[in-house]
């Protein structure tokens, strides 16, 4: 990982971390199991989405879509001083996330080994893993039922991406797995719906582990 300098990051060393992804399941998750982590981590616009507003995240990952300039945004970073993460190949030139950080907001930019069409939820596990996290809880992690669903748990209206293919997504999340798992860490994965019907990757993690690939 390469990462900006930042002390707070060391909070997250050996501690509990829930990501709520964006994944359909996210809307049907028991809320009180936040309760059970030390830490949030989500994304995007889970900071306008009613059912999550109102829930702390420590770390927030901000993708290029994300207006800067959102009175709501402003208003949760207000409330509840997440650090702001931005990849490194963010869409944005560096001028308006030095404006963003020169009002006052916690930015850090990041780049790790791993990366792929699956989305943010799993930058973020891999980024909580490397921050040294003992156990990481996930929820909102599904892939897509059919390429027309718009079932997204912070944008009502959003569909899959054009480009999605099921089987190539499949094998993503195999290579996601296997790259986790060769890193050579002790942590504790806990999928919160891995029994959802929503589930579109139920059993690929269990099944990378036992492949010697």
Known sequence: VIITSNRRFQ?????????????????????????????????????KTPRFKDIKADLFLLGHQIDLYDSELMSYIEK??????????????????????DRGTDVFLFLTRYFSRLGYTTRAIVLAALLGAHKIGYVGFDGFKSADMKTHAFE?????????????????TFVFWHYLQNLGLSIEFENLAEDSEHNVYRGIRQYTKQRDV
């Open 11 to 47: 909070k997250f060393n050996n501690s509990s971390v829930l990501i709520i992804g964006g994944g359909p399941s996210a809307k049907e998750f028991d809320i009180a199991q936040v309760q059970k982590y030390d830490h949030v981590f989500s994304c995007n616009y889970f900071y």
């Open 80 to 101: 509840f001083n997440p650090l702001r993460g931005f990849e490194h190949s963010d869409r944005r030139n560096i001028d308006p996330l030095n404006e963003f950080k």
């Open 156 to 172: 009502s209206k959003k569909a899959p991406p054009p480009y999605y293919n099921k089987h190539r997504f499949d094998q993503q």
